[in-house]
Each structure stands twice: as structure tokens, then as C-alpha cells.
Nanobody, 126 residues
Framework: QVQLVESGGGSVQAGGSLSLSCVVS????????MGWFRQAPGKEREGIAA????????HFADSVKGRFTIARDDAKNAVNLQMNALKPEDTAMYYC???????????????????WGQGILVNVSS
């Protein structure tokens, strides 16, 4: 069974930055879509970022557009999320995920995802 392992979360003050990393236990060079979603306490899961194989297309939710960047490195079976200008409302569990078909990369619909990690906490204080 494939495993996705996130790292890099933690606590930061508003306006700060964090970088999340994810390593996948299988080759990702044939996985059409890699991405991230998050879930804040008491809220629905929110798809926030996605990148296609070969990094030919990248999508962000409006809530993070202009502040977050995503990058995948298939040579390392990894996908990273750089988060800048963090806000208290970014506080959530963040999950690395994959969608072999690729739908998530165009819809950010969490239901399209095949696999995801255990999640990592990001806490942004005001």
C-alpha cells in the first residue's frame, strides 16, 4: 500500500512562512496529479493546491492563490508546498495527496483523490 508522509508543519505567527514536504513510497512519475488539501477544525476538507505530472499545470484554491506555491520532484517522489503570508484562517491539518487519474488537478475536488497521508498540523497565530 502506498504511503505519503508529510513533514514541516508547526506554528508560526501571521505573516510568516512554512514549507511542507511530502515523500511518497512509490514512483510518482506516472501519477497524473499530486496535491494538498487541508481541514480546519469543524470544517469540510478543502482542496488547495495541485500539480500535474511534468508540472505542466498548477492550480490553487482562491483562498491561497498568490500566497502558496507547489512543486513536485518525481525523481525524489516528492511534492512540496511553500506557504507564505500565512493567516490565522490557514490553521488546519494539511494532507499530501495523489490522484492517479488527474481529475483533482482541474477541480480541486477532494473526492477525486486516491491516496493521502496522515496529515500535519499548521497553526498560525495572530
Amino acid at each position: 500500500q502506498v504511503q505519503l508522509v508529510e513533514s514541516g508543519g508547526g506554528s508560526v505567527q501571521a505573516g510568516g512562512s512554512l514549507s511542507l514536504s511530502c515523500v511518497v513510497s512509490e514512483d510518482t512519475d506516472m501519477t497524473n496529479c499530486m496535491g494538498w488539501f487541508r481541514q480546519a477544525p469543524g470544517k469540510e476538507r478543502e482542496g488547495i493546491a495541485a500539480v500535474t505530472v511534468g508540472s505542466t499545470s498548477i492550480h490553487f484554491a482562491d483562498s491561497v492563490k498568490g500566497r502558496f506555491t507547489i512543486a513536485r520532484d518525481d525523481a525524489k517522489n516528492a511534492v512540496n508546498l511553500q506557504m507564505n503570508a500565512l493567516k490565522p484562517e490557514d490553521t488546519a491539518m494539511y494532507y499530501c495527496a495523489m490522484d492517479r487519474l488527474g481529475t483533482y488537478c482541474y477541480t480541486l475536488a477532494v473526492d477525486a483523490l486516491d491516496e493521502w497521508g496522515q496529515g500535519i498540523l499548521v497553526n498560525v497565530s495572530s
